[in-house]
T-cell receptor, first 114, second 114 residues
Framework: GNSVTQMEGPVTLSEEAFLTINCTYT??????LFWYVQYPGEGLQLLLK?????DKGSNKGFEATYRKETTSFHLEKGSVQVSDSAVYFC?????????????FGKGTRLSVIA | SAVISQKPSRDICQRGTSLTIQCQVD?????MFWYRQQPGQSLTLIAT?????????ESGFVIDKFPISRPNLTFSTLTVSNMSPEDSSIYLC???????????FGSGTRLTVV
């Protein structure tokens, strides 16, 4: 079945540090890949997505590239801010028609200190 | 993208009672998804709700415990029945936003069973 593996947290970084959160997946066919963010006490927000190999999703300074050869979708940001402190979830759906649910990784908690 | 109104946002309930959670979507969608997020954990799919048919439950979740209604294409309810402290979690509904789109989540219902 489909699955997502994320690097375990928590991750603690100083402000302006470089961030990488690793995500690898197992899926049949050509899944769509997502990163969601959950700020403290809030709901899930879509951060970025990619729907085919070599696509790069980007938003708010975050980027992730869909690498089919390594089945990866690592999240990166060049300079993190305190406001980026949150839990980040990698997710996929094997058929992105809106009618197939997402499968989530376990989440990675990021803490950015000033 | 779709906007979901989920309520209640939180509740504290006595064991043995039931709570019904509602999700209203601002557009018609075929499938709605219900997830559970236990404290400090990732999201686990409970069931997929299709209008006009019985919901499809994931392994470990049963209709008697989590009955779902889907009376039309914009609304769904999840009931958590005969609650115990182990049911204390955040419950979220979600919809897809179309082919190759993202997935939108309700703001969540934080349930505490005492």
């Amino acid at each position: 079945g489909n699955s997502v593996t994320q690097m375990e947290g928590p991750v603690t970084l100083s402000e302006e540090a470089f961030l990488t959160i690793n995500c690898t997946y197992t899926a049949t066919g050509y899944p769509s890949l997502f990163w969601y963010v959950q700020y403290p006490g809030e709901g899930l927000q879509l951060l970025l997505k990619a729907t085919k190999a070599d696509d790069k999703g980007s938003n708010k300074g975050f980027e992730a590239t869909y690498r089919k050869e390594t089945t990866s979708f690592h999240l990166e940001k060049g300079s993190v801010q305190v406001s980026d402190s949150a839990v980040y979830f990698c997710a996929l759906t094997s058929i992105n028609s809106g009618n197939t649910p997402l499968v989530f990784g376990k989440g990675t908690r990021l803490s950015v200190i000033a | 993208s779709a906007v979901i109104s989920q309520k209640p946002s939180r509740d504290i309930c006595q064991r043995g009672t039931s709570l019904t959670i509602q999700c209203q979507v601002d557009s018609q969608v075929t499938m709605m998804f219900w997830y559970r997020q236990q404290p400090g954990q990732s999201l686990t799919l409970i069931a997929t709700a299709n209008q006009g048919s019985e919901a499809t439950y994931e392994s470990g979740f049963v209709i008697d415990k989590f009955p779902i209604s889907r009376p039309n294409l914009t609304f769904s309810t999840l009931t958590v029945s005969n609650m115990s402290p182990e049911d204390s979690s955040i419950y979220l509904c979600s919809v897809g936003t179309g082919v190759l789109g993202g997935y939108t989540f309700g703001s969540g219902t934080r349930l505490t069973v005492v």
